[in-house]
């Protein structure tokens, strides 16, 4: 784990960390336990027969692992959630507000690849977000 991601953990946070899949990208989303809590709620308020849900819950909450960041900034990823998001090699790790994501370099540098993207729209939608 990168020094500022570790700092902000150990400052604000508990050791201990869920890692698990992302729904749609190719990467793992590590949350501080504290963050995790709070996703775990909204999951419990959403209507359970939603299939949208089930399929959020089917994949994220079920491939839900706990890990513990140790005081070198070290997780142990399992086997399963490194196979399923293909981290091997080098990877980025990136600070995204309440979570971490941990992506192949390869999966990482491609969705943010701005040569296929209209930059314009993109750059409307984020002022009308007031961004």
Same mark, same amino acid.
């Not at 784990?1 to 590590?30: G, V």
């Not at 971490?100 to 040569?115: C, F, G, M, Q």
């Given at each position: 784990?990168?020094?500022?991601?570790? *700092?902000?953990?150990?400052?604000?946070? &508990?050791? %201990?960390?869920?890692?698990?899949?992302?729904?749609?990208?190719?990467?793992?989303?590590?949350?501080?336990?504290?963050?995790? &809590?709070? =996703?775990?709620? %909204?999951?419990?308020? @959403?209507?359970?027969?939603?299939?949208?849900?089930?399929?959020?819950?089917?994949?994220?909450? +079920?491939? +839900?692992?706990?890990?513990?960041?140790?005081?070198? $900034?070290?997780?142990?990823?399992?086997?399963? @959630?490194?196979?399923?998001?293909?981290? &091997?090699?080098?990877?980025?790790?990136? $600070?995204? !507000?309440? *979570?971490?994501?941990?992506? &192949?370099?390869? +999966?990482?540098?491609?969705?943010?690849?701005?040569?296929?993207?209209?930059?314009?729209?993109?750059?409307? *939608? =984020? +002022?009308?977000?007031? !961004?």
């Amino acid at each position: 784990m990168p020094s500022p991601l570790r *700092k902000i953990i150990f400052d604000h946070y &508990n050791t %201990k960390l869920m890692i698990t899949n992302a729904l749609f990208d190719s990467c793992l989303h590590i949350y501080p336990q504290e963050e995790w &809590n709070v =996703l775990e709620e %909204k999951v419990r308020s @959403l209507p359970r027969m939603d299939p949208d849900v089930k399929l959020f819950k089917r994949k994220v909450i +079920a491939s +839900a692992t706990e890990c513990d960041l140790d005081r070198q $900034g070290r997780i142990l990823v399992p086997a399963a @959630l490194r196979e399923d998001a293909d981290i &091997n090699g080098d990877i980025v790790i990136v $600070g995204q !507000l309440e *979570k971490i994501e941990l992506w &192949n370099r390869k +999966a990482w540098d491609s969705v943010t690849d701005l040569s296929g993207v209209d930059q314009q729209a993109v750059e409307g *939608k =984020l +002022a009308g977000y007031g !961004l």
